[in-house]
């Protein structure tokens, strides 16, 4: 029978639905978090009589045909790179960008990084770097004796020093845009790498054109809609039940049959 493998495909398919619901739930504070979102496809149609096929030698066409549908499978689990809520930190290198934009992390294997998540710290030598110590590119150091550190929309780096009115700039800020972001490749720390989906970076100074303003202070909070996820929790479980009993349907007439004297 046909429907105990629809059924198990519906099955498989809503567990992934739960465990890409169950991620978005678990990162619901994680900061610069991009829920994710599952496509579904069908399967392939199994033609029984095929639509537009001839009925007769006098070339009658059959209207719609006879098709059997052979289940659902997970296309795809997109990311959703909406602008979170931004939280005020008041910790002058806690960064968040309105807008569209990316900072760009050196990994320790050479290879840029791109992510959303803004809250940097100094390293033992003052350069910006992540909470896993990864650099923020373009490398920039912070002064020792830097009195304060003020970061304009622009993303300029600017610091007081002692004895000097004026501040000094330490450098700039650049971000980095995707024209296809759903096209990024997660892989861990909130990071995200470059794929031939995504297609190359463009680079560019914030508040300028294609790329959102720096707002010192402050990150950028998960895109994770709670009531959301918990709706879309429900609405995956029911679901998965529905399937369930399709399979203990298809049984229970399979034993029917089996009984049959």
């Given at each position: 029978?046909?429907?105990?493998?629809?059924?198990?495909?519906?099955?498989l398919?809503?567990?992934t639905?739960?465990?890409v619901?169950?991620?978005?739930?678990?990162?619901?504070?994680?900061?610069?978090?991009?829920?994710g979102?599952?496509?579904?496809?069908?399967l392939?149609?199994?033609?029984?009589?095929?639509?537009?096929?001839t009925?007769?030698?006098a070339?009658?066409?059959?209207?719609?045909?006879?098709?059997?549908?052979?289940?659902?499978?997970?296309?795809?689990?997109y990311?959703l790179?909406?602008?979170?809520?931004?939280?005020?930190?008041?910790?002058?290198?806690?960064?968040?960008?309105?807008?569209?934009g990316?900072f760009q992390?050196?990994?320790?294997s050479?290879?840029?990084?791109?992510?959303r998540?803004?809250?940097?710290?100094l390293?033992?030598?003052?350069?910006i770097?992540?909470?896993q110590?990864?650099r923020?590119l373009?490398?920039?150091?912070?002064?020792?004796?830097?009195?304060?550190?003020?970061?304009?929309?622009?993303?300029?780096?600017?610091v007081?020093?002692?004895?000097?009115?004026?501040m000094?700039n330490?450098?700039?800020?650049?971000?980095a845009?995707?024209?296809?972001?759903?096209?990024?490749?997660?892989?861990?720390?909130?990071?995200f790498?470059?794929?031939?989906?995504?297609?190359?970076?463009?680079?560019?100074n914030?508040?300028?054109?294609?790329?959102?303003?720096?707002?010192?202070?402050?990150?950028?909070?998960?895109n994770?809609?709670?009531?959301?996820?918990?709706t879309?929790?429900?609405?995956a479980?029911r679901?998965?039940?529905?399937?369930s009993?399709?399979?203990?349907?298809?049984?229970?007439?399979?034993?029917?049959?089996?009984?049959?004297?």
């Amino acid at each position: 029978m046909r429907s105990l493998d629809i059924g198990a495909t519906g099955m498989l398919a809503q567990q992934t639905n739960v465990d890409v619901i169950s991620n978005n739930i678990a990162n619901m504070t994680t900061s610069g978090f991009k829920r994710g979102r599952a496509e579904f496809q069908d399967l392939i149609y199994q033609n029984i009589v095929r639509p537009g096929s001839t009925s007769s030698d006098a070339g009658t066409i059959v209207p719609s045909g006879l098709q059997l549908g052979l289940g659902v499978k997970v296309s795809s689990v997109y990311h959703l790179h909406e602008q979170g809520p931004l939280k005020v930190t008041d910790n002058p290198l806690d960064l968040a960008v309105t807008g569209d934009g990316y900072f760009q992390i050196e990994l320790p294997s050479g290879d840029t990084a791109y992510t959303r998540s803004g809250s940097f710290q100094l390293s033992d030598t003052g350069e910006i770097v992540t909470t896993q110590g990864y650099r923020l590119l373009p490398g920039i150091t912070i002064p020792t004796d830097a009195e304060s550190i003020t970061i304009n929309q622009s993303g300029e780096v600017l610091v007081k020093l002692p004895g000097q009115i004026a501040m000094q700039n330490q450098g700039q800020i650049q971000l980095a845009n995707f024209v296809n972001p759903g096209g990024l490749e997660g892989v861990g720390d909130t990071l995200f790498m470059e794929t031939e989906a995504s297609a190359a970076p463009v680079v560019g100074n914030p508040d300028s054109e294609n790329f959102g303003p720096v707002r010192q202070g402050m990150v950028e909070g998960s895109n994770v809609n709670v009531v959301e996820e918990i709706t879309n929790l429900i609405t995956a479980q029911r679901a998965y039940e529905m399937n369930s009993k399709i399979i203990s349907t298809s049984d229970d007439m399979l034993g029917t049959i089996t009984q049959l004297r």
